[in-house]
């Protein structure tokens, strides 16, 4: 690792230092580096493993005070906050006032029960989202005992040494020591929107505002871009995001869009059974009926219309599908995404690591001379050789060419890769880590190479810059190596190196080469060197070495010699062909976005069966050239492959993409894929190599990078939201059939078919163990074999609505029917509501099985597929059998025990709303969707 800190004498003696340390610590953007080293007894090496160990059990971890979640009594008292539990609350209170004390203690007893169940669902949903909020960490790069290491952010301690680069999250409170273009999003503290470029050679006063400190980075600000490095002075409480934590804490979760919508809709229902109560009441109480029996009727009325288990049913709903999305390796950041990638038609995916296994290899070397060189072993380990093909005598002649070449690499490198704790390890970034690998090979190593040629400055990699450079004293001359796009490094060299010597350079022989490179699937990487002649660096009056902006820059990159060319190849990752099969079945259309050579993504995209050719694969400089968004709009409509696309490019692609009618989904790992990430209707980050930025930004965090697993999530996403609507169905539709119930009995002034709390009983008791187990149903198994739904569909369409108006028809005229036969045939009122609440049971127990698909037909089901709901349906129907033979409860419920003879007509009664639901299915297979199917042809 190179030396980034000039080392101070005696700097590990605080006591040598006349230094105020609780000044210092106050202000560390006043001090001088020396000095807060001094005070937190720190090093220009960093911190050894056992000071930093010690260091966490005195500071703890490095992380916020979390929002305290509520207890499960806050949780059980919530549950009395709604408008129905006032509406009961108050009928409970009537009751009482008319001495009717069983009603009322059946009343409260309900409210107890559902209040119990609300809170055993909802008190679950939360310990789930908050066991998966831990699966998603932030690491963190530290130098210790002078090498760079990656670690868990919660694990870092004042004092110790963090190299930050673009992308990264500032895991804590940093007085910066060296800067390199580096510039900084602050606005979660400051709310400007503008980045700081930071400064890390100022020495500040101490009134300075919080946003004009350039010389610190705060603990939850996002490195856009750059390099750099510092101390740590302040973390968790701490540090000044931890000093507002308590605000931020408090701020409550947004709610899924489909939440709040389902809100509204109970609340407009309840304004509406408010007003349709109202007008019964003055029905009634024109007809003569008694005042108590009104308030009764209009209680009965509400309990039957306002679909009160719908928030906390579609709670669990969505919570099931996070857990279920989460052992298919999708983690979900913000529920908006489980509706939203039922939508999607369109995945923008990036290629290494998504597509590919992310294990970069260098495989080919091409020497200017035309020379080819095979790199074997592998991948992640030193073993191997680098041979010529076919075996010839150029070998030796071309040895040190080879050697020169892997030097360049190790040099323009800021990966890591050795021997750690009896294996090999790494970080950084792939094509880093690959060419360490490659020079390994030929016992070339970073840090011996540093002793040798000590790093002066580097120019860190950059998307939009696609090369990077370092500058190190060889010799005693200033040499930069330099690496990156072909396109980019050629016009940088004036030379090409050969076995004697470096010859002016032949630019359409190196283009030849590296097509032939890409023709064969390897990404192409130019490496370069030679001396720079500008001044040396002069050192500050400081323990930090730093160099001048103006000191190394691309300006001065001009008069190389191209070493040679390596050829990288990322295996395609065997799931992908069938993923991206099952994305065109779906109706889902899958597009490569690469930064790669047209050629090599070209050459994956075939592998991948993309359905592409040449004329398919638009390059970021044509992008360039449409002058008009409906220029570009014609350019993505075909596209299948992005290639050399540049980061705002990615951008433009997705706001083209969203103007030409697509829901688009992207993914993406690096910080400047987040702006393409927010405007996505679906951002989707990478677990594993995403940087924090990205994870910030996206919606959904993919934690095996693998293309298999978006479209994985894009499954359960059809399948939560195909659960959402059957809950729904089931809530609304059995609710309506009560209504049109009433509404039969109060035109025929026939008594009440049912009493307040026989529908109390029927909607928060029976009804109330099925609505829940239906979230609990598996995929249909057809999800991805249809198109995706329109966005801007709602979720009550035309099938819905036909459903809901068949469905409460049947229930509710047959009901109705039923009561009035029994009425006629001279049997009791409350006889004849025992069987009317019986059969309304039973119709809720068929029914749930009918909500299983809007298509399929219910003996298409197995029913061992959903075992909770089968208990859950058998367990509804064996309740109310046990109430009518309980002696208490049969007399608050006036019901009464039933004749099996009775209970099976009463289930044939019911077994007719399958027969017409099937019939409803059969018709719109039969004709519906016959008929939609001819057109889209």
Known sequence: MPQLIKPVQGESNSEAHSIDQDSIMASPHCAEPEDLLAALSGSTHGLSQGEAADRLKNYGPNAMPKAKPPSIIHVFIHQFISPLIYILVAAAAFSIMIQEWSDALFIGAVLLVNAIIGTIQEYSAQRAAAALAQLVTTNCRVLRDSESYEIDARELV??????????????????????????????????????????????????????????????????????????????????????????????????????????????????????AALIMAVVSLARGMPPGEIFMLAVALAVSAI?????????????????????????????????????????????TGTLTENQLTVRRILLPDGSEW??????LMPEGSITPVPPTTIEQQNDALIQRLCLAGVLVNEAFFGHRNDSWTHHGDAVDVALLVMAH??????????????????????????????????????????????????????????????????????????????????????????PITSEPPVNKPSMVEELDETAFSEK???????????????????????????????????????????????????????????????????????????????????????????????????????????????????????????????????GKTGTDVARETAELVITDDNFASIVAGIEEGRIAYANVRKVIFLLISTGAAEIVLFTLALITNLPLPLLAVQLLWLNLVTNGFQHVALAFEPGEGDELKHRPRDPQEPIFNRIMIERVIVAALVMGVTAFALF??????????????????????????????????????????????????????????????????????????????????????????????????????????????????TKAK
């Open 158 to 275: 004042p004092g110790d040494i963090v190299l930050l680069e673009s992308g990264d999250s500032v895991p804590a409170d940093i007085r910066l020591f060296t800067c390199h273009d580096l510039e900084v999003d602050e606005s979660l503290l400051t709310g400007e929107s503008i980045a700081v470029t930071k400064n890390s050679g100022q020495t500040l006063k101490q009134d300075c505002a919080l946003g004009d400190r350039v010389n610190m980075a705060f603990a939850g600000t996002l490195v856009n871009r750059g390099r750099g490095n510092g101390i740590v002075v302040g973390t968790a409480t701490h540090t000044q995001l931890g000093l507002i934590a308590a605000a931020v804490l408090n701020k409550p979760s947004p709610k899924a869009p489909l939440m709040v919508r389902m809100e509204a809709f109970t609340h407009k229902v309840a304004i509406v059974v408010g007003c």
């Open 374 to 379: 095979e790199v074997n072993g592998d991948s």
């Open 820 to 933: 009035q036969v029994l009425i006629d045939m001279g049997m009791g009122i409350n006889e004849a509501r025992n069987s009317t609440l019986l059969l309304m049971v039973l119709f809720e127990n068929v029914h749930v099985f009918n909500c299983r698909s809007e298509t399929r037909s219910t003996f298409r089901h197995n029913l061992m597929r959903n075992p909770i709901l089968l208990f859950g349906t058998l367990t509804a129907q064996l309740i109310h059998i046990g109430a009518m033979y309980t002696p208490w409860l049969k007399d608050v419920l006036a019901v009464q025990p039933v004749s099996a003879e009775h209970w099976l007509e009463l289930l044939a009664l019911a077994l007719t709303l399958l027969v017409v639901m099937e019939l409803h299915k059969w018709f719109r297979r039969r004709f519906v969707l016959t008929s939609f199917n």
């Open 556 to 686: 001065q990159l001009a008069g190389l010699t191209l070493i040679g060319l390596v050829g990288i190849i990322d295996p395609l990752r065997p799931e992908a062909k069938t993923a991206i099969t099952t994305c065109q079945e779906a109706g889902v259309k899958v597009a490569m976005v690469t930064g790669d050579h047209p050629l090599t993504a070209l050459s994956i995209a075939k592998e991948a069966t993309l359905p592409v050719s040449e004329h398919h694969v638009i390059t970021g400089p044509k992008l360039a050239q449409a002058d008009t968004p409906d220029a570009l709009d014609q350019l993505t409509a075909d596209a299948q492959v992005f290639a050399r696309v540049e980061p705002q490019q990615k951008l433009d692609i997705v706001e083209s993409l969203q103007r030409n009618g697509h829901f688009v989904a992207v993914s993406g790992d690096g910080a400047n894929d987040a702006p393409a990430l927010r405007a996505a209707h679906v951002g989707v980050a990478m």
């Open 441 to 530: 090979k030929r016992g070339i190593v970073r840090p011996e190479s540093l002793t040798t040629a000590p790093e002066l400055a580097t120019i860190p990699f950059e998307s939009a810059r696609q090369l990077s450079a370092s500058l190190n004293l060889i010799d005693g001359v200033q040499h930069a190596s330099v690496k990156g796009a072909i396109e980019k490094i050629l016009p940088l060299c004036s030379h090409m190196a050969t076995p004697d010597q470096d010859i002016p350079i032949d630019e359409a022989k190196l283009e030849s080469q590296a097509i032939a490179l890409a023709n064969q699937g390897c990404r192409v990487i130019a490496l370069a060197g030679g």
């Open 307 to 351: 679909p009160e288990g719908l928030p906390v049913a579609l709670t669990v709903a969505l919570a099931i599908s996070m857990h279920r999305m989460t052992k298919r390796n999708v983690i979900v950041r913000r529920l908006v995404a489980v509706e939203a990638l039922g939508s999607c038609t369109y995945i923008a995916t990036d290629k």
